[in-house]
């Protein structure tokens, strides 16, 4: 009997490990502000329906496909490919998918980086109690000065890429396991908190209703295009992480009395798409009531997180503390997300024979060098644009909105169309045979035709001659922000998103030019 094969670079300790590296992966930025923000715009409790539902049709069954290609091949996004479309005997271009994601992945690594060591320097600004008193003015303001030193913003990025490469470059058990040991149980443990504070302040019942009251009426066909958009984009789909996470999986763990039983895939990705969303609406529920208390807006991105939220710590009680907990939980975040962009490319480097450390600092090193573009396009290249916007923007539109839906659309087709059906259905150990019926139909129809609407739309909203001064809404909708109360207020336009996020908007006094939204 042929022996299955084993990860090359190692193998999580449990199911629940993998189950906190991927729920690391797929929980960032985004999660953070935005689909709570979505959710109170699109109809509270309605949405979250709605968006459930999505999860269940596109998301469970896409990421579900893409764990089981990673754990049966055990290497690479590249080598993974490689091997079972041998294993399929189909032509080796089906390994173009290993290479899609990984190059989306490195290419998502690079501004990822830059917007997330905006956190970064808020949480040090939090600390040291910059907020305290804080007016709209002087937040807005501190927002856009950090925006225009293009200095200050390379060593807050190059201060973020060391501390992702540095827990990649110690491998999956020495790094990867310990971190998302580490990094996931203080995420839970501070949004908790944060959601105890927040549920004694008096604007907790305001946030509550903004979040989930049901409100039918606001799901339409942009709503849906929403959801289906955050599904995907939600779970790190697309991009290798998750193929890459899936080939350490184990297959089997110990049960009742000795005896070993098979871990399920779809199960344990059930698990990850419900605490990404547990995690999404608990952030809602510890920022909204913050806001709500203090008069304020429900804005999005920098008028939320980098601009509205630091105004709301300033005039709080116990606003220094909490502050700093919310960045911490911020960087968090985003540090998991980015150690999973980092490991696809890592891995495929190690399997080429570099040693893990140095092709972690080979793509550290690369997605820093590429990640500057990104720091420039916010000061000093700012006025210079091509094709859809800034370097940033071209980035971030040809990763997020063409190669990673393009990515999951590929993956779908070749797990349910291409690879055999034996094969999947031992992988995925399913013990309901309908359900496995199930997930097949739709991985087969229902998901790609899902992806290829999302992948219309999105062009076609950002290219649509009607729609050139209009902010650009793809899948998900990234809505205007909302002007905070005060007059003062610095107005914003938008950043796009990544890694299932939309990326912070940026207050128009920074007279940064809009970017593509993409996820």
């Known amino acids: 009997m042929k022996q299955e094969s084993k990860p090359v670079h190692g193998m999580w300790a449990s199911r629940w490990v993998f189950i906190l590296a991927?729920?690391?992966?797929?929980?960032?930025?985004?999660?953070?502000?935005?689909?709570?923000?979505?959710?109170?715009?699109?109809?509270?409790?309605?949405?979250?329906?709605?968006?459930l539902l999505c999860i269940a049709v596109v998301g469970v069954p896409i990421m579900a496909a893409e764990v089981m290609l990673g754990r049966k091949g055990g290497m690479s996004p590249i080598n993974t490919m490689r091997k079972l479309a041998a294993e399929s005997k189909v032509t080796q271009r089906w390994s173009?998918?290993?290479?899609?994601?990984?190059?989306?992945?490195?290419?998502?690594?690079?501004?990822y980086s830059v917007v997330a060591s905006w956190a970064l320097y808020y949480t040090w600004e939090a600390v040291q109690g910059a907020f305290q008193g804080i007016t709209a003015a002087q937040s807005g303001a501190r927002?856009?000065?950090?925006l225009a030193s293009p200095w200050l913003m390379m060593g807050y990025?190059?201060?973020?890429?060391?501390?992702?490469?540095?827990?990649?470059?110690r491998g999956v058990k020495g790094g990867l396991e310990k971190a998302v040991q580490i990094l996931m149980p203080l995420l839970f443990v501070l949004l908790l908190v944060l959601v105890g504070y927040a549920a004694t302040t008096p604007?907790?019942?305001?946030?509550?209703?903004?979040?989930?009251?049901?409100?039918?009426?606001?799901?339409?066909?942009?709503?849906?295009i929403t959801a289906v958009g955050q599904a995907f984009f939600t779970l790190s789909l697309g991009m290798g992480a998750i193929m890459a996470y899936g080939a350490y999986m184990p297959r089997q763990v110990p049960g009742k009395a000795g005896k070993k039983k098979p871990v399920s895939i779809m199960s344990t990705v059930i698990i990850i798409a419900l605490l990404d969303t547990l995690v999404a609406l608990g952030s809602g529920v510890a920022m909204f009531p913050l806001l709500f208390s203090g008069g304020l807006e429900a804005g999005q991105g920098p008028g939320m997180m980098f601009v509205t939220l630091p105004l709301a710590f300033g005039q709080m009680p116990g606003g220094m503390l909490f502050g700093s907990l919310f960045f911490v939980l911020v960087v968090c975040a985003a540090w998991s997300s980015s150690i999973s962009l980092a490991e696809p490319v890592v891995a495929w480097l190690v399997e080429k024979g570099v040693n893990r450390a140095m092709s972690s600092v080979i793509v550290g090193l690369g997605a820093w060098v590429l990640g500057l573009g990104s720091v420039l396009s916010f000061n000093i290249w700012k006025d210079k644009t091509f094709l859809v916007g800034t370097f940033f923007d071209n980035m971030e539109f040809l990763s997020t909105t063409i190669m990673l839906p393009l990515g999951g659309l590929l993956i779908a087709v070749f797990a349910g169309w291409v690879m055999k059906e034996t094969h999947a259905r031992k992988e995925l150990a399913m013990k309901s045979f309908p359900l496995y019926l199930i997930w097949r139909a739709l991985v087969r129809i229902f998901s790609p035709v899902a992806v290829i609407v999302l992948v219309v739309y999105s062009v076609w909203s950002t290219f649509a001659p009607e729609k050139a001064d209009e902010p650009v809404a793809e899948a998900p909708v990234a809505e205007q922000a909302a002007p905070v109360e005060p007059a003062d207020q610095p107005p914003v336009t938008e950043l796009p998103e990544v890694q299932g996020e939309s990326l912070p908007e940026t207050p128009a006094a920074a007279d940064v030019p809009a970017a593509q939204e993409a996820r």
Do not use: C
């Open 143 to 146: 927002f856009d000065d950090m």
């Open 203 to 224: 604007g907790f019942m305001q946030g509550i209703e903004f979040l989930f009251a049901f409100d039918f009426s606001k799901l339409n066909g942009q709503a849906v």
């Open 22 to 51: 991927a729920t690391g992966s797929a929980v960032g930025l985004g999660n953070i502000w935005r689909f709570p923000y979505i959710t109170g715009e699109n109809g509270g409790g309605a949405f979250v329906l709605l968006y």
């Open 157 to 169: 990025h190059t201060l973020f890429m060391l501390l992702t490469m540095v827990v990649v470059g």
């Open 96 to 111: 173009w998918i290993g290479y899609m994601g990984v190059l989306s992945a490195f290419l998502i690594l690079s501004f």
